[in-house]
């Protein structure tokens, strides 16, 4: 019975997995900066997306730095500022006022969540074949203690 398990997940180990690919897309988000706080205050994104930030400030002059990214960009209430990156790394990246605007200034944070293209079909293929291996596993030690 491990045997068979074992073999399983080497086989989707190995395998070319054909799973559905999401296509990189162009997205445009804005984001509005008012004491202290971003809307949105996450973002999520699919790796490979061609992201173009808008930055409207509503009360005082506020700034953007997306860590990871190296995004920094600064507007006056009236006015905006924009970039355009592409996401290219997973992961969560934090985003915060660069720009000292109020006594709260430090908790002025949002995040943006770079996520996979794709299902993670070898993972969860993995997860399936442990999860019904321990149940095998259990049963037949259950099997053989009643004999």
């Known amino acids: 019975m491990l045997g068979i398990a074992v073999g399983l997940a080497i086989g989707v180990m190995v395998v070319p997995w054909p799973g559905p690919v999401a296509t990189p897309t162009q997205r445009e988000i804005h984001i509005n900066a008012r004491q202290f706080a971003f809307e949105p205050a996450r973002l999520r994104v699919n790796r490979g997306d061609q992201v173009t930030l808008i930055f409207h400030p509503t009360d005082v002059v506020h700034g953007l730095y997306l860590e990871g990214y190296g995004v ?9 500022a924009q970039a355009t990156f592409v996401a290219d790394r997973a992961g969560k990246f934090r985003y915060r006022c660069s720009v000292s605007c109020g006594s709260l200034h430090p908790f002025m944070i949002g995040e943006l969540v770079v996520g996979p293209n794709a299902f993670p079909w070898r993972a969860s293929a993995l997860a399936i074949i442990a999860a019904l291996g321990t149940v095998a596993f259990l049963y037949v030690r259950a099997w053989e ?3």
């Open 72 to 80: 920094n960009l600064k507007a006056v209430p009236g006015e905006s």
């Open 145 to 147: 203690a009643s004999r």
